[in-house]
C-alpha cells in the first residue's frame, strides 16, 4: 500500500499495518529526517504491526555533493 503520506488518511492506516506485512519507507536524504516523518512512519509501524521487517530506502544520493556525503 502507499499511503502517501496524506494526513487526510492517517485514520485509516491501521487497517493496512498489520504483522504479516513488509514495509518500505522512501525518504529523502536532503531533507530532514522529520520532514518525512521518518519517526512517524516507524512507530506507527512499530504499534500495529510489531517486529514486522521495514527496509530503510534513502533517496536523491545522486544529488548530494561531496563535502555532504563526508
Not at 496524506?6 to 520532514?35: M, R
Not at 516523518?37 to 536523491?60: C, D, F, M, N, Q
Request: glycine content about 6%.
Amino acid at each position: 500500500w502507499d499511503f502517501a503520506g496524506q494526513e487526510v488518511y492517517y485514520a485509516t492506516h491501521q487497517f493496512f499495518l498489520t504483522p504479516n506485512s513488509l514495509y518500505l519507507l522512501a525518504f529523502n536524504l536532503l531533507e530532514e529526517l522529520e520532514a518525512g516523518k521518518l519517526s512517524y512512519w516507524l512507530e506507527s509501524i512499530y504499534v500495529r504491526a510489531g517486529r514486522a521487517p521495514v527496509v530503510l530506502v534513502g533517496t536523491h544520493l545522486d544529488e548530494l555533493s561531496k563535502d555532504q556525503l563526508a
